[in-house]
């Protein structure tokens, strides 16, 4: 169960960076290092839960 909870707030991190990433989009002149620096971020926790879906698919 700890693993589904973290799976969730993983992919709830993710839905605020992609609203963040969205409102800083919406700019006129967005901080090309504040986009940079989401996507990144985005990307990473995006990874993380693959590994842990693909884990956790393995155990099943």
Not at 23 to 32: A, F, N
Not at 42 to 58: H, M, S, V, Y
């Amino acid at each position: 169960m700890a693993l589904k909870a973290h799976l969730q707030s993983l992919s709830t991190r993710h839905q605020e960076l992609e609203s963040l990433l969205s409102t800083e989009m919406k700019h006129p002149q967005p901080d090309d290092t504040r986009v940079i620096e989401l996507k990144r971020l985005k990307l990473r926790i995006k990874d993380q839960i693959e590994r842990l879906r693909q884990g956790e698919l393995a155990t099943e």
